[in-house]
């Protein structure tokens, strides 16, 4: 009797945990804004991968022990698209987190998850934003030394993350990202294209006005240029009827 072929069990780590992408379309949006303004900023650097919303297992051999950072960056790793992060598959380590909280999830954010970035996952540097201003604080980075995370301080009121190379600003439920080395604050790919566009349609319209003026100036260079024939004309007459 021939052996049968069957398959081994295998381990599954989820690709999503069921959770809502982000808690408001306001929360949602900053992540896709921030996801969108690190991947520009760092597209010529091939080994730097931006990502956000995925699920990252940090124990091998049980899918239990994840989170899912709602944007991050790591170093050492190339931009293939990642179905999840495993940390024992990929670099262990990530360079930069941002949690987008709110009242139902600044708890987490401030304990289990900071525990985890913190202590296991050895993140880099560790945000918190809250789009609405409904906790307290509503905007506080940490920075990892020997001892744990440290507060990072303010500098008019921006703050600078040492991993992005980039200073970040809470203002008006936006969170802007400054690069201080080309003196710039770097938008979203769509903020980027509404600018071309009026751009776009300033450089037209000033266009049309130069053509248009540029048409009456030669009109009335015509006009002129009649005018001073037309006046010979009736001086060589005046002078020749004499």
Known sequence: MPEKIGFAPTLVYPESDGEPMAETEKHRKVMIDIIDILEQHFQHLPDVHVSGNLLLYYEEGNPRKSISPDVFMVRGLSKKELR???TWEQPPTLDFVLELASPSTFRRDFTEKKQIYEKILRVKEYYIYDPYGEIEPDFIGFRLVDTGYE????????????????????????????????EAWLQPSRDRVDIAETRAAEEAHARKEAETRAAEEARARKEIEAELVEAREALKRLQTSK
């Open 84 to 86: 999840t992060y495993k």
């Open 151 to 182: 507060p990072i301080a303010f500098v008019e009121e921006r703050l600078l993350s040492e991993t992005l190379g980039l200073e970040l600003e809470a203002r008006d439920g936006i969170l802007r990202v400054y690069d201080p080395a080309i």
